[in-house]
Structure formats: C-alpha cells, structure tokens
C-alpha cells in the first residue's frame, strides 16, 4: 500500500475519534484557575470578554479589579497611587492571565509553592504593549521584575529596602522592557498587530469574537510540527506522517507492519520518540 492512500486511510478513521489537542481550550494548573474551562454567567467589568469560555470564576474576575486583591495580595500603589489610564492595562493583564483558555502553547511547568504551571514567551500584539507602556510611563515603581524580590515583611508587597521609585520610562525605556521583563517573560514583544492572527491580544470585542483562539491553533500547530529552533520551515512531504494530529499517531501502530519505514522516516521528534 503506498503513504499516500494510507494516510488517507487514516485521516478517514481518525474522524470517529475525539480530537482534544493538549494545547487548545486548557487552563493552567495555578491558584486561581479552574481545572477546566467553561462558560460563566457574569465576569466583572474587564474581564467580561471571556465570559462565554473562562479559566476564571466570577469571584476571580472581581478581585482582579480590586487594589489589594485578595488573590495575591499585590498592591499596584507601591509607589504612590497609580493613575486608572495604567491601571487597566494591570487589571486586563490579570484578566488575560486567570481568564483566557488560549495561552496553552506557552504554558510552562514550574516548582512554586502557589503554582505548578506559568506562561512564557506569549507573544503579546504590538499595540497592546505599545498603549500599555504609554499609558503607565509617567507612573513610578522601584522594581523592574514584579514577579520576585519584594519586601512581603507586612503581608503585602513592598518596595525593597535600598531601592528607589523611579518613572516607568527609566525602568523600562521601551515598551519592550515593559512586556518582557516586569513578569519574567511571560510575554514576548512582537512586531504582530491585532487581528493578524499571530499574536495574543489583552484586549478584543467579544461582539466579534475571540481572536486568541485562532492564534492559540496556529501556534499549536507550530508546536507540534516543528522542531526547536525550526518553528519557521515548512516540512517537506516525507516527514508529513511525522506533523499528523494525535488522533491518527494512536492508529498509526496498525500500519507500522505494512510501512514500517513511516515509522523510521520520523526519526527523533516523531514516532521514534515515543
């Protein structure tokens, strides 16, 4: 039988199986997030968009737009009081964060005592970066990596000894450093607009629909398909069987007897490896 057919053959049989992709529609395992994603009847304020499929409670989606939130206990006005145009982007930020389903390509596995998982490298939509640096660039903090290294001698986050409130415009001097390094990478600084299809937007109109599904499909099938380093090369026909969706790798066994060289010809980042 030759490759062509048989993959046909496959693609066919897959059809009746479930096909859940382990990077698409999943929550981390963190805090607040629930197991699994789902609709719920009321999120607050910034955080509505993602009320028809959410990582996150209503109960979260309150506490998000709080001052001193209970889910953290981060306090945004460690520096004095941050104006509400900078603000937003923090609160959209935790919305995307403890709401969005979509961030499963970057999710990293982590040793923390409040979280086993973390996003890294999400590639943030060059407008949403630009606004936030913008709008936040007058305000003042002292540190350049939120994530770590604060004074939690009162229970709540405060400014390092020694260290010193300056403008987020010396802190961070682009809106790059902003993204990059105030969550240790979580985000990534892209040339990508909104509506491109290739990066994660903090804020859209659910009137039209979520655009980080379609991101979070494309960069999944990045994932999977290519090789660390090679995420930008196309793969060449003989090593298709290797980029085929888990659904037919799991009936792929019931031909390796009659093509055993499908099996070989996907070397290490494919059937070999499993």
């Not at 009320?51 to 737009?65: I, L, R, V, W």
């Not at 540190?143 to 961070?172: L, M, Y």
């Not at 109109?205 to 379609?214: E, T």
């Amino acid at each position: 039988m030759a490759v062509g057919p048989l993959l046909l053959v496959l693609v066919a049989a897959s059809a009746a199986l479930p096909a859940r992709d382990p990077l698409l529609n999943v929550c981390m395992d963190a805090k607040h997030h629930k197991t699994q994603p789902g609709p719920e009847g009321r999120l607050h304020d910034q955080c509505s968009p993602w009320k028809d499929n959410a990582c996150c409670t209503a109960n979260t989606s309150s506490e998000a737009h709080k001052d001193q939130s209970n889910l953290y206990k981060f306090n945004w006005n460690h520096c004095g009081v941050m104006p509400p145009k900078c603000k937003r982007h923090f609160i959209q930020d935790t919305c995307l964060y403890e709401c969005s389903p979509n961030l499963g390509p970057w999710i990293d596995q982590v040793d923390s005592s409040w979280r086993r998982e973390r996003i890294l490298h999400v590639p943030l939509c060059k407008e949403d970066c630009e606004e936030w640096w913008e709008d936040c660039k007058d305000f003042v903090t002292c540190k350049e990596d939120w994530h770590k290294g604060w004074n939690w001698a009162t229970g709540t986050n405060r400014c390092p000894w020694g260290s010193i409130c300056r403008p987020f415009s010396q802190v961070f001097p682009q809106p790059k450093d902003l993204c990059e390094k105030i969550w240790s990478s979580s985000y990534r600084y892209t040339s990508e607009r909104r509506g491109s299809g290739r990066c994660i937007q903090m804020w859209f109109d659910p009137a039209k629909g979520n655009p980080n599904v379609a991101v979070a499909k494309y960069y999944a099938w990045k994932k999977r398909s290519s090789p660390p380093g090679m995420e930008g090369v196309v793969p060449e026909s003989d090593q298709a069987v290797c980029a085929l969706p888990w659904s037919v790798l799991v009936l792929l066994p019931l031909a390796i007897g009659l093509l055993p060289g499908v099996a070989r010809g996907c070397g290490s980042h494919g059937w070999g490896a499993l």
